[in-house]
């Protein structure tokens, strides 16, 4: 018996010795035991790691598809169902032909979807630095207030592209959800959004620097913060938003803007413009030295900028050349910007095509128009560096021309108006060619913007003068001719109306494809005027030496009142039941 | 206690080995274990035949279940079991190939016919099997290996049975026993070599270059472009007048032969001394694939399969009481492919159409252009070649000591194995050029325009995988009979060390019990479970208890049961708890990661970033409750015999997209995590019948699954329509549009939304009635009944012939036809068409089209997913017939031979189907589905 409890005790001691192999670390057995992958907690207990953190959230800064990333290139973006650019793309999946023909089908909402859950996303990533980055937090005091602020900026920044899109949407606050815990929650009013990101702003902005240098250029400044706010508050007194909502049930009216109209707001949103200018640290990029407008063309193809306030930075790069110009020019020419467009630039004396005595030939209709008009479309003849070449070229457009010519509405192999898009672009670089320009690209917020801001606050407000005075400012810079009366071009004492218009038009042209003419008509609710409307293009025949020019016809446009806001997308709104699906969706 | 049933009388007589074969039913016997097996393994006695065909034909038989052995009457689980002498008459170079058909519960799918590639998809009750070889899961692909290393196979279906995996048990296991010589006194040795020829059972059915020609411009006019083709270019494809310009080639004769050559030599020897057992076997397989090669090359350009394997299972009795085994087992398959890929060839020769482009130019060049620069001949001839190497095999050491001097039944066993893959792969690879032929018109002189640049042939060879596996296992055993009643109870630990390349080790680790108690032999009670983990999960989560039970009631050992017709009864039910990791590589850990950088600074430099990792969230491993009731019957004097069996298995915490989420969380829309929720259930009948009369002896054995899924939850939006709700539906059901005829005149419809539908365009059913079909139109399309699926096993023995005939089908199928092999000018116009296109909508064929009118490229309405492009697809299939001749002891000259055995026998000999377009299982555009004639005879030495 003795003998055979030693042995059992002797067989189960192999048995423990075996198992506890993998146990014996201090460590149990399945436990990694190597480790260099990253966490939350190594991430924000590393001074470097809390930096790349903040600069990720940097790079996700958004720009509402409008310039052609990747998704652009096939889909089409914002900007083409405007009045600015015909698209590309003919066919029911492109989203802009899903906008005209009212349709709204998949593409559209996996477009919606995506950004809906793309702004969250980078609201979450924010509110989950603002939770670490505390006294446990290696950066130093001052640099975590800074980049606190930043992050807060960013926060509201991506808040405010909701608000763009949807109207009042749901306010997460500091909330950090866990996938288990319930995230369930309504929109927040109109009003409490816009108040919302104004209140951050303000706090944030006196924490910020006005300037950076070195490897901090491009940060969120006080001038970025002040020109955001210059923008939302912008918005809440435009007529959408200020009571003008299409939206007649009370609760939903209050999501989509404010319930009633209040001139009031005008003033807040000309104070707001009128202290960036204050700021004093901003001026127009000028040089009519050179040739008339070049401080306008090459303020898109500067790193370090005067005029810039914010802008996505990259590395040095061809993107909107790759991706717009024409096919002889290696590009992809992803837009065509429209007549429309076109007729809305004034001439080099700086009346409109329509004045007497402008000067306007229609059958030399690109001569002598507002230097702007030469850095911001492609026409037939206009000069372009060609990489083949290796000199400035003239591109043809005109009805047969090989590569870049006129091709109809239904084919995707080139310009169905008779132009191409070159705003923005650097002419020594081309698609096909390995030269870049180190540029900020996609600008968010320029001087140039802000002034167009304060004009508008200021026509409202009924300070024509002060309006008037903003757009003398840009036509300056534009290389406009200043005239006898100095005026370039501007009537001396218009009405109400007729500054609100010349505004209007003036930052069409001023901002043309820096993602801003949707949103614009969006809020001076202009469905109305551009619903059913046609878009037109120049259809040019050549004979000999000789062109003709005859204006054709190309995609009519959809702008009914759903247009003002997008869709909540539907899974999310089958998670959350209390929220209030927009107009028309 | 009722009477043993008698063994069948012994009579030595090897005609019968074939009918062993054909006799071993699913669920049935694997008797030979016990009986006394003089006959090396391929001339086994009738006597065996007939008693391993037959379930439950000796309750005291013993089954290998995971860790140990049972007997019949003593098998609680559900399991099935194939004899593995069944495998050998299937020319295949995967064993699985002959599982098809021949084991209830086991759905298999085959994809391929590439040699060295053709094995097939295994499905057990709805998921993908664990293997298992010798009691241990391995690493290494278990399924390239000779048919003569397998002693049974057994699979194990229930929770019961699988209880002791743990963590990893939960979709079932597939068991696989080697022969280990036992019960061969002696020294036996047999020797096959075997030959035969593969041909495609089907290829598909491109168009002419006339025909490609004449549709080409229909599909342009449909589209309101012009037609491309002259009546002179078509008049010159229909003549072939013009063989440079206006070439029409059967790419798939050109490039393929018609058939391939097979062959397999094995060895193998086995025997049993006075303290040893062995076996020891010896393969080589050589499979040619179906490219034609060239006298120009040195080398084979052949996509080749090459395959060396050794194997020596050794067990010594070191004492009386402890006992070595030693397991070896190596592998070399060296497979050969052309350079430029056999998948790419075979996409190049699905999608380039008869007119492309010459073979050669009339200088010889090779032909091409600037929509076709990859000149097929070119990708399979002038490309060079790649060599793939897989190395592998492991060592299996154990030992063995029975406690019984302490006390009676107790034994201790310690087993460590180490396995190692290497897979090594050799480039020789090569470009070519292509040339385009232009003829100036004028002066008829010809130019030459060149795509791609010839290059030298590459010599490079990198390691595609390197994996290494460790497993060690302490177990001990305890059997006890208490008067009538018997205890049985089994202890093991073991842990498990898998790593990949450079990976750090993913381990498992699992303490399991198993104990059996028997009342009378009548009533059987069975408890296991095991505490199991998986490294991958977070620390203190990667744990869990995996317990099952289940019980037995032997009726036929009841003192009032009759023999009548019935003789043997047996009811059985078990339930169980089981888990399925599959966190992946340390994900818990890895929830921040790099991400792009962005370009702070005056100038410009990247600075990293970092980001929260959302797309996976895996938080536990997926679960599965398994229900399981069973019922084992013998009649007629034992020579029929049925097993039915029903489950009910119920999955949660299944790893998927979340079918909705609230991205305000700022998780996005799709983060995997553990949230689906299915139901399994089906039933499983395996019935046989055997019977010998004189010199004919016959067998004929079946069975047949039907298997149903259910989504009980994917946290799915509520869709504004009940027919877009997955929820309900079974797993996998294809959801789209429903086709309602074809459209009558322009801008008709109802057709996709913003579609400018033609003539002969698919018009869709709008469910909604909203006016537009989008989204909300799209509902499940096809078949929603349950899975059905069935094999028959026949073989007949008059003498020393043999015949047997397995006949396997699958019903309640449908494919989901699509991409260039279904539809016309793909890849924006440069793709292929058919001959099904021919019965196309025309106004003239409007009537009786049976395909929508023809346009270039993709058309956004007519090729999306709708029910239009789901056929039915069950079929019947002959898989796989053997005759065979056996020649009793013979004298060669003065070589005295113990028994020779000829045998002739195919794979995939004749295919009943309702899809008639293809092979219902190997779609075009893959390697096609093999036809394999072979033959070859069997020395016993």
């Given at each position: 018996m003795k003998n055979f409890f030693y042995t059992t005790i002797k067989g189960l001691a192999i048995l423990v010795i075996i198992g506890c192999w993998g146990c014996?670390?201090?460590?149990?057995?399945?436990?990694?035991?190597?480790s260099a992958s990253l966490n939350e907690q190594i991430v924000f207990a590393d001074s470097a790691y809390t930096m790349d953190y903040l600069t990720a959230i940097y790079e996700g800064?958004?720009?509402?598809?409008?310039?052609?990333s990747s998704a652009t290139a096939t889909n089409g973006s914002?900007?083409?169902?405007?009045?600015e650019c015909e698209t590309k793309w003919p066919g029911g999946h492109n989203v802009p032909n899903q906008v005209f023909d009212g349709t709204f089908g998949e593409p559209f909402y996996n477009r919606i979807a995506k950004l809906w859950s793309h702004f969250y996303t980078r609201i979450r990533q924010c509110n989950i630095y603002l939770e670490n980055?505390?006294?446990?937090?290696?950066?130093?005091n001052a640099l975590k207030a800074r980049t606190k602020a930043e992050i807060r900026f960013l926060r509201a920044y991506h808040y405010f592209l909701l608000m763009e899109g949807w109207g009042g949407v749901p306010l997460v606050g500091d909330t950090i959800y866990s996938l288990s815990s319930p995230n369930l929650q309504v929109r927040n009013s109109w009003a409490e959004c816009v108040d919302y990101i104004v209140s951050e702003l303000d706090a944030v902005a006196p924490m910020l620097p006005v300037r950076y240098t070195g490897r901090d250029y491009g940060r969120i400044t006080r001038g970025a913060c002040m020109a955001l706010k210059s923008r939302v508050l912008l918005f809440a007194a435009s007529p959408l938003y200020n009571g003008g909502?299409?939206?007649?049930?009370p609760a939903l009216k209050e999501l989509t803007g404010y319930p009633s109209h209040d001139e009031t707001r005008w003033l807040k949103a000309l104070q707001a413009a009128q202290d960036v200018v204050n700021l004093g640290v901003y001026e127009l990029k000028t040089?009519?030295?050179?040739?008339?407008g070049n401080g306008f063309y090459e303020l898109f193809l500067e790193?370090?900028?005067?005029?810039?306030?914010?802008a996505r930075m990259q590395g040095p790069n061809k993107q909107v050349e790759r991706n717009h110009l024409p096919r002889s020019r290696?590009?992809?020419?992803l837009r065509y910007p429209t007549q429309e467009l076109v007729d809305a630039f004034p001439m080099m004396n700086g009346?409109?095509?329509?004045?007497?005595?402008?000067?306007?030939?229609?059958?030399?209709?690109?001569?002598?128009?507002?230097p702007r008009f030469y850095y911001t479309v492609i026409y037939n003849g206009a000069s372009y560096f060609k990489r083949t070449s290796n000199q400035m070229e003239p591109v043809w457009t005109y009805?047969?021309?090989?590569?870049?010519g006129l091709k109809p509405?239904?084919?995707?192999?080139?310009t169905s108006t008779g132009y191409y898009s070159r705003k923005m672009?650097?002419?020594?670089?081309?698609?096909?060619?390995s030269a870049t320009t180190d540029r900020n690209?996609?600008?968010?917020?320029r001087y140039g913007g802000i002034l167009l801001n304060l004009a508008e606050a200021a026509v409202e407000t009924g300070d024509i003068p002060l309006a008037m005075e903003q757009l003398i400012a840009l036509r300056r810079r534009a290389g406009i001719d200043p005239g006898a009366d100095n005026r370039?071009?501007?009537?001396a004492d218009p009405s109400q109306e007729e500054a609100r218009q010349l505004v209007r038009n003036e930052r069409f042209i001023e901002l043309a494809?820096?993602?801003q003419r949707f949103w614009d008509l969006k809020r001076w609710k202009a469905g109305d005027w551009l619903d059913g409307a046609m878009m037109h293009g120049m259809q040019i025949t050549k004979k000999g030496d000789e062109f003709s020019y005859q204006r054709i016809e190309t995609r009519h446009r959809y702008f009914k009142d759903n247009l003002y806001y997008f869709p909540i997308p539907p899974d999310e709104l089958a998670v959350n039941l209390g929220l209030i699906q927009n107009l028309g969706w | 206690m009722k009477e043993k049933i008698d063994p069948l009388k012994r009579k030595?007589?090897?005609?019968f080995s074939i009918l062993a074969a054909l006799l071993l039913?699913?669920?049935?016997?694997?008797?030979?274990?016990?009986?006394?097996?003089?006959?090396p393994e391929n001339m086994s006695t009738a006597d065996d035949s007939l008693r391993s065909g037959l379930?439950?034909?000796?309750?005291s038989d013993l089954y290998p279940v995971l860790n140990g052995v049972r007997t019949g009457d003593n098998l609680i689980e559900s399991t099935g079991f194939l004899d593995?002498?069944?495998?050998?008459?299937t020319p295949a170079t995967?064993?699985?190939?002959?599982f098809t058909g021949r084991l209830a519960g086991l759905y298999t799918h085959q994809s391929s016919g590439q040699p060295g590639s053709d094995g097939v998809s295994l499905s057990l009750r709805g998921l993908s099997p664990l293997i298992i070889v010798d009691n241990i899961p391995r690493?290494?692909?278990?399924?390239?290996?000779?048919?003569?290393?397998?002693?049974s196979v057994t699979i194990l279906k229930d929770a019961l049975s699988t209880a002791?995996?743990?963590?990893?048990?939960?979709r079932g296991a597939i068991l696989i026993t080697t022969r280990k010589?036992?019960?061969?006194?002696?020294f036996n040795m047999d020797i096959t070599a075997q030959a035969g020829l593969s041909q495609p059972v089907e290829l598909p059915n491109p168009l002419s270059a006339y025909d490609y020609a004449r549709l080409y411009n229909e599909a342009l006019l449909n589209d309101g472009q012009s037609p491309i083709y002259s009546q002179a270019d078509l008049n010159a494809y229909r003549n072939?007048?013009?063989?440079?310009?206006h070439p029409n080639i059967d790419w798939y004769q050109r490039i393929l032969d018609d058939q391939t050559p097979f062959n397999r030599y094995t060895l193998n020897a086995e025997g049993t001394g006075k303290s040893v057992h062995y076996f020891v076997s010896l393969d080589y397989m050589n499979q040619e694939g179906l490219f034609r090669e060239s006298t120009?090359?040195?080398?084979?350009t052949n996509s080749e399969y090459q395959r060396y394997i050794f194997r020596s299972n050794v067990n010594v009795d070191l004492t009386p009481r402890l006992s070595m085994s030693a397991n070896l087992f190596g592998r070399i398959r060296d497979a050969n492919e052309p350079g430029g890929g056999a998948a790419n060839i075979f996409n190049a020769l699905m999608v380039?159409?008869?007119?492309?482009?010459?073979?050669?130019?009339?200088?010889s060049s090779l032909g091409g252009n600037i929509n076709y620069k990859n000149n097929i001949y070119g990708q399979s001839i002038r490309s060079g070649y790649t060599n793939n190497v897989y190395s592998d095999g492991y060592v299996d050491l154990g030992l063995r000591r029975e406690m019984d001097d302490l006390l009676p039944g107790w034994w201790v066993r310690g087993t460590v194995s180490y396995i190692l893959t290497l897979n090594q792969s050799i480039n020789r690879t090569k470009n070519f050029e292509t040339f385009q032929m232009l003829t100036?018109?004028?002066?008829?002189d010809r130019s030459y325009r060149r795509f791609g640049t010839k290059s030298e042939q590459n010599n490079s060879s990198t390691v595609s995988a390197r994996r290494h596996q460790v497993y060690a296992e302490a177990a001990t055993g305890y059997t006890r009979h208490l008067g009538m009643d018997k205890l049985d109870v089994l202890l093991l630990y073991n842990i498990d060390y898998n790593t990949l390349n450079d990976n750090l080790a993913e381990k498992y680790e699992t303490l399991g019990a198993t104990v059996q108690y028997s009342i009378k032999e009548r009533y059987l009670l069975q408890a296991a479970t095991s505490y199991s983990g998986n490294s991958s999960y977070a620390p203190g989560q990667g744990y869990g208890v995996f317990p099952s039970a289940g019980l037995a009631w032997?009726?036929?050992?009841?003192?009032?049961?009759?023999?009548?017709?019935?003789?043997a009864l047996k009811l059985r039910a078990s339930y169980g708890l089981t888990g399925n990791a599959v966190a992946g590589y340390f994900e818990y850990i890895e929830r921040y990661a790099g991400s792009a950088g962005y370009y702070l600074g005056t100038s410009a430099a990247s600075q990293p970033g970092i980001i929260e990792y959302q797309g996976r969230n895996i938080t536990t491993w997926e679960k599965a409750q398994k229900l399981n009731f069973g019922m084992d019957l013998r009649f007629a004097g034992s020579k029929g015999a049925l097993t039915i069996d029903y489950y009910r298995n119920k999955m949660s915490?299944?790893?998927?997209?979340?079918?909705?989420?609230?991205a305000l969380s700022g998780y996005g829309f799709n983060v995997i995590q553990n949230l689906g929720e299915n139901l399994y259930s089906g039933l499983e009948i395996t019935a046989g019948w055997a019977e010998r009369k004189g010199d004919f002896a016959y067998a004929v054995s079946g069975n047949l699954t039907v298997s149903d899924s259910e989504v009980?939850?994917?946290?799915?939006?509520?869709?504004?329509?009940?027919?877009?709700?997955?929820?309900?539906?079974?797993?996998g059901q294809y959801f789209g549009y429903v086709s309602d005829g074809?459209?009558?005149?322009?801008?008709?419809?109802?057709?996709?939304?913003?579609y400018q539908a033609v003539p002969g365009d698919l018009r869709y059913k709008?469910?909604?009635?909203?006016g537009v079909i989008n989204q909300f139109d799209q509902q499940p399309i096809g078949n929603q009944r349950p899975l059905l699926f069935y094999g028959v096993d026949l073989g007949f023995s008059w003498r020393n012939f043999n015949l047997s005939l397995m006949i396997q089908g699958v019903s309640n199928r449908d494919i989901l036809l699509s991409g260039s092999s279904e539809w016309e000018f793909q890849n924006n116009g440069k793709g292929q068409a058919w001959q099904?296109?021919?019965e196309r909508w025309t106004p003239e064929t409007a009537s009786k089209a049976l395909y929508p009118r023809l346009s270039v490229g993709t058309n956004v309405n007519n090729h999306v997913?709708?029910?239009?492009?789901?056929?039915?697809a069950s079929y019947l299939r002959l898989k796989n017939a053997e005759i065979s001749y056996t020649f009793d002891d013979i004298a060669l000259g003065k070589l005295k031979v113990g028994g020779l055995r000829i045998f002739l026998n195919g794979l995939n000999l004749l295919t009943v189907s309702d899809?008639?377009?293809?092979d219902p299982e190997v779609l075009p555009g893959a390697y096609p589905l093999q036809r394999v004639f072979n033959g070859g005879l069997t020395i016993k030495l």
């Open positions: 014996q670390d201090e460590d149990s057995f399945l436990d990694k035991k190597v800064l958004y720009f509402w598809y409008n310039t052609g914002w900007s083409e169902i405007t009045d980055v505390n006294e446990e937090s290696p950066l130093s909502s299409p939206a007649e049930e040089d009519n030295a050179t040739r008339p790193r370090v900028s005067d005029e810039i306030i914010l290696g590009g992809n020419f009346l409109s095509i329509e004045s007497p005595g402008s000067g306007y030939d229609p059958e030399d209709p690109y001569k002598n128009r507002d009805k047969g021309a090989s590569q870049d509405v239904t084919a995707n192999t080139g672009m650097d002419e020594r670089v081309t698609g096909d060619g690209h996609p600008v968010l917020f370039y071009g501007l009537p494809f820096e993602m | 030595r007589s090897a005609g039913i699913g669920s049935g016997g694997r008797a030979q274990q016990l009986a006394n097996q003089a006959a379930l439950l034909q000796n309750y593995g002498r069944k495998l050998r008459s995967f064993i699985n190939t002959g690493t290494l692909p278990p399924w390239s290996i000779n048919p003569e290393q397998i002693e002791l995996l743990g963590i990893r048990g939960m010589g036992e019960r061969h006194p002696g072939n007048s013009s063989p440079y310009t120009e090359n040195a080398y084979s380039t159409p008869g007119n492309a482009y010459p073979i050669f130019n009339p200088d100036d018109p004028a002066t008829g032997n009726m036929h050992n009841e003192p009032f049961f009759e023999s009548g017709f019935i003789n915490d299944l790893v998927q997209p979340r079918g909705s989420s609230a009980l939850f994917n946290d799915e939006p509520s869709y504004p329509y009940e027919w877009m709700q997955r929820t309900g539906q079974p797993v074809y459209v009558t005149q322009a801008g008709g419809g109802p057709v996709v939304e913003g709008d469910l909604n009635d909203d099904h296109h021919l997913r709708s029910d239009f492009w789901l056929r039915p899809f008639s377009q293809s």
